[in-house]
């Protein structure tokens, strides 16, 4: 899950089912939010599957069945907001992030939401029947902003969809076996791009290498009789660093770390 240190000098940690975490590092005192149904305002849901801070400090928590909460500092409660009345997959939020211009998008099982957090109004903005922004697959588990702007999504069962969000084409990545021009697992949980610009993309097969130039795949599994191969096939969580440094999170096997340039 995910920990995210706020602009106000608290850290906040999501868990699996015990609710919301913040630690407050100026009265060194940990709180701890959960479900209450005798408390008005109380968080929505033990499961917090996303947390992240926008450009105006608010504090925005994705919940693994009951839509996004927003956080009131004030008050220390929260609001919870349902992206479509209409459709139950929407509930679960997985990852959010905020545009240039201050709109949120919420990646759901029931695909990709634009929320204008002035009016608190939702567009459907790309999903698996829409007429051009067609995902190849509704639930999305994880997204990566590239340097260039380009948007990718990992989704669960339908590979990697990339696109430029303002044009709102979507160009898909499928999974398929052996061939290196496709991913070797559709289940995609975290993506990043090196130093030089290709994309690293976590699946619960492995960790897949997208060259640029070429446009094929590389694949990295884990390797019982090598010992420098990657730990456990189910990756979580991915970063890079400037030195080259892919940091590479696992399930069951800790915490990876593979240089591009060493190899």
Known sequence: FEILADSKNNTWFTTLDAGLYKFDHHSQQLTIYQPDSKIEG???????ENIYEDSKG???AGTFNNGINLYDSQTETFRK???DSDNPYSTR????WEDEHGKLFLGTRAGLYLMDTETEQFIHYAHHSHNTSKLSQNSIMCHFIDRTGILWLGTYSGGVNNADINRKMITHYKAQKDDRYFL????VFAITKD??????IGTDHGLNKL??????????TNDPANKNS???NDIKALESDAEGNIWIGTNKGGLDCYNIFSK
């Open 195 to 200: 130093v030089t610009g290709n994309l690293w």
């Open 230 to 232: 990657i730990s456990y």
């Open 58 to 60: 608010r504090i925005w």
């Open 93 to 96: 939020v997985r990852t959010i």
């Open 211 to 220: 060259d640029s130039s070429t446009q094929m795949f590389t694949y990295f």
């Open 184 to 187: 070797n697992n559709p289940n």
């Open 42 to 48: 109380s968080l929505s849901d033990l499961r917090i």
């Open 81 to 83: 907001i349902i992206p």
